[in-house]
């Protein structure tokens, strides 16, 4: 699509990991901040990964082999994600 040179509008790019399931980049990586740290704890955040498992290994490569500041809560079995957090302390 052409743009007119006087054209204010804001285009906004959104590179989609999971297409099952519509899931961008930006929100793998919102997710990694907030604590998950394998393709399984993203899973559980946003779905992705969970039909077809063809951005499984995008999602691992955006994750990245670096250190993750919750990965002792993760080795232990225990939540990491604050939703999950959250959950268990209002039950």
């Given amino acids: 699509m ?3 040179p006087n054209e204010s509008r804001r285009e906004v790019i959104r590179v989609y ?6 899931v961008t980049e930006a929100q793998v990586k919102k997710h990694a901040d907030e604590g998950a740290c394998t393709p399984r704890q993203i899973a559980s955040a946003c779905k992705a990964g969970t039909d077809c498992g063809s951005c499984v290994r995008r999602i691992q490569a955006l994750l990245g ?3 993750c500041p919750r990965r002792e809560l993760a080795d232990q079995g225990l ?7 959250e959950l268990e302390e209002a039950a």
């Avoid at 990991?17 to 519509?22: A, H, R």
């Fill in 2 to 4: 052409a743009r007119r």
């Fill in 65 to 67: 082999r670096g250190e």
């Fill in 17 to 22: 990991v999971c297409n099952c399931f519509g």
């Fill in 79 to 85: 939540p990491v994600l604050s939703e999950v957090e």
